[in-house]
């Protein structure tokens, strides 16, 4: 799966990648910093690889068109927790210099059309850290309402479910 637009493309992350990927992890210190480990390692890039594959996720990374890798987007695109209804979008991180330029709502409607080709999906869930209140406003600026939360997860942060209903297709 490649998603290509105009200004980036999302393609699935391969083991060639996985320097320039924790490079780009280093650039995003300050959101990982939000969470349990503030510093990035290679150790940090392979284990939320395996994640995403342990749950039935396409961990991806996103690049402008000259190919410079500048983030990262993992998703379930069905049968989140079983229900083959719900979709879960686990990552979205760019790298700061990218940031606050629309980039994140354009890479999130071409990864919300790509879930939307199966027509059975109805539901988007996500979680966002509390302590990230641009993101909680990101999420909720685009369609996802908080159904739960605050809550302490089991790494020590504090996050908010979201939800976004999709429209159902005829």
């Not at 879960?88 to 879930?115: C, D, H, N, T, W």
Request: hydrophobic content about 40%; proline content about 6%; charged content about 20%.
């Amino acid at each position: 799966m490649i998603i290509r637009e105009k200004s980036f493309e999302i393609r699935p992350v391969t083991p060639a990648d996985l320097e320039t990927l924790l490079e780009l992890y280093r650039q995003c210190e300050d959101f990982l910093a939000l969470g349990p480990v503030a510093t990035a390692s290679m150790e940090m890039v392979l284990k939320d690889i395996q994640i995403s594959r342990d749950e039935g996720g396409l961990y991806c990374s996103l690049h402008l068109p000259d190919g410079k890798m500048i983030g990262v987007v993992d998703y379930i695109p069905n049968n989140y927790h079983g229900d083959p209804h719900s979709a879960y979008l686990s990552l979205l991180m760019i790298a700061a210099p990218f940031r606050g330029q629309g980039l994140g709502k354009a890479v999130l409607e071409a990864v919300e059309a790509e879930i939307q080709k199966d027509a059975g999906i109805t539901t988007i869930f996500l979680g966002a850290q509390a302590n990230n209140p641009r993101a909680v406003q990101f999420w909720q600026n685009n369609g996802y309402r908080i159904i739960a939360g605050p809550k302490l997860l089991p790494d020590q942060t504090v996050c908010y479910d979201f939800q976004k209903d999709l429209p159902r297709k005829k």
